[in-house]
């Protein structure tokens, strides 16, 4: 497939107006072009994730110059290149990360910011690495300078980023704690390779830390929670304990000592990755191909995925994230890929 044979038009997902699932419409759109530099992918699979869900919402809108249409990771198949791209071949299979667009038959990406699938995956286990294994990797690794021996916690640890965490930090040779909702995902986290699951229902997450790392406390911390957590994390972290904040969804914080970050000498940092330039996300594209990637052709991490919707049933796909039951990814798949909904891959 070149330009020349692209269709004109592609079914897509857009956000009607903000507001809840149901803005999520199908739409025939024009299919985008690629500019130089870019691809353009006939795509597999897309993942859902949270800021998808704040963008529908009307609180998180998508950068200058990107697509309206959510959607920040995608797999499948190079159908065109855009001039002077030549890291990939039409016809290759590839995953992207991109600002929006990924809700879609078809969606552009800047080569640099495009990986192989690994070998042994699909493409709908493809589709879930990006958004998820690029944010991992620059808070965890690059920001939060987790190193092998150290005690790491992670909040929320079977959302599809705490997945990711907890089958990283493992492989990378850290202690790994983790907070949930319930039993069931107790279970589901020390499967993943978690050493402790603390039910945040039941159990107090500083005083089990504490319990159990001797005292030593965490040393680093993974949070998309805010709010509250935020001085439950500085009493929960190790000296020169560094925080990593990937998200506010109980928003600011509800009290902050400062004399506990001094006196413990804690590094709190944070960051977004959908606004960051194009070359920044590519740095981080080179390092997981050659730190990650081979892993997942290995085997030895998989993304978890808890279920995969038809690309039209996007408001059903964002439903079951905004219920919090789901343990993994939830995906999208187009209808040219109808295959991949069995089994889920």
């Known amino acids: 497939m070149t330009l020349s044979t692209v269709p004109a038009t592609m079914q897509a997902v857009r956000i009607k107006q903000p507001g809840g699932p149901e803005q999520l419409i199908a739409a025939e759109l024009p299919v985008p072009r690629p500019g130089p530099g870019y691809l353009l992918v006939k795509v597999a699979a897309a993942g859902v994730n949270r800021p998808d869900v704040l963008q529908r919402k009307g609180s998180y809108p998508p950068p200058a110059g990107a697509s309206e249409l959510p959607g920040l990771e995608f797999a499948g198949v190079v159908a065109a290149l855009g001039d002077g791209a030549g890291r990939f071949a039409v016809g290759d299979e590839v995953c992207g990360l991109v600002a929006g667009g990924g809700y879609a038959e078809y969606c552009v990406v800047h080569e640099s910011n495009a ?29 939060g300078k987790l190193k092998a021996g150290e005690i790491l916690l992670v909040h929320g640890g079977t959302s599809g980023i705490g997945t990711v965490t907890i089958m990283l930090a493992k492989a990378f040779g850290a202690t790994v704690l983790t907070t949930v909702g319930s039993e069931e995902k107790c279970a589901a986290a020390r499967k993943l390779g978690a050493d402790h699951a603390i039910n945040y229902r039941t159990e107090d997450f500083v005083a089990q830390t504490e319990r159990l790392t001797g005292g030593h406390g965490a040393d680093v911390i993974v949070d998309l929670i805010a709010g509250d957590y935020v001085a439950r994390n500085y009493a929960a972290a190790a000296m020169d304990g560094r925080i990593v904040q990937i998200g506010v969804q109980d928003g600011p914080a509800k009290e902050l000592n400062l004399m506990k970050m001094l006196a413990k000498r804690l590094i709190h940092t944070g960051s977004t990755l959908r606004p960051r330039p194009v070359a920044d996300k590519a740095a ?8 990650v990637w081979p892993l997942l052709a290995a085997g030895k991490i998989r993304p978890l995925i808890e279920r995969a919707f038809p690309l039209r049933q996007a408001a059903e796909a964002h439903a079951l994230m905004e219920g919090s039951t789901h343990i993994g990814k939830i995906m999208l798949v187009t209808d040219a890929y109808a295959d991949l909904l069995d089994g889920n891959g």
């Open 284 to 291: 981080i594209a080179a390092d997981l191909q050659q730190q």
């Open 115 to 143: 990986l192989p699938v690994p070998q042994g995956l699909s493409l709908l286990e493809a589709a879930a690495l990006p958004e998820t294994f690029f944010t991992v990797w620059v808070n965890v690794f690059q920001r």
